[in-house]
C-alpha cells in the first residue's frame, strides 16, 4: 500500500499538503507527529515512522492521558515522512478539508511491532513513556485501541 492510497485521495494542485515519496532513514531514531485535525469533526492523529513512510491512526477522542486509559484508534493511510512538519488548511471539497496543526511531536523507541500489537516508548512533549496499540477483533479491520501505560518511575 505505502503512499499510493494517500497519493490517490489528493489533488495535490489544490491542497497544500506535501505529494511525498518514500523516505528511508536507516540509524536514525524514529519520529512521530500528533495533528490535532479540525475536520469536519475535530480528531487526532497519530503518525509513526515505519519504513519510510508515516503510519497513521485518526484518533476521535484524543490521546489517553491517564494510565491504562484507551482510546479508538482507526487506522488509515500511510503518510509520506515529509507530512511530519505539515500545518495549514486543507481546503474546501478536498479529502480532510480544514486546519491541521501539530499537537506534538518527538522520538519514540519500538519494543514490540507486530500486525496486531504496537508497543512503543514516547519521547515526545506531550506523549511520554510507553503506549501501546492494540488492534481489536470488533467493529472493522482498521480498528485499533491506543492505551497509556505505566512506564517506570511512574
Ligand atoms: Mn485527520
Known sequence: MLLEDYQKKR??????????????????????VVHEHQ??????????????????????????????????????????????DFEGEIPKGQYGAGKVKIWDSGTFETVKWDNSVIEIVMHGGKMRGRYTLVKTREYTKNSWLLIKQRTKGD
Open 11 to 32: 489533488d495535490f494542485s489544490q491542497t497544500p499538503e506535501p505529494q511525498g515519496k518514500i523516505i528511508p532513514r536507516e540509524n536514525k531514531k524514529p519520529i512521530f
Open 39 to 84: 475536520a469536519s469533526r475535530l480528531h487526532w492523529d497519530l503518525r509513526l515512522e515505519n519504513n519510510g513512510v508515516l503510519k497513521s491512526w485518526a484518533i476521535p477522542k484524543g490521546i489517553p492521558q491517564k494510565i491504562n486509559e484507551k482510546k479508538l484508534a482507526v487506522q488509515v493511510e500511510d503518510h509520506p515522512l515529509e507530512y511530519k
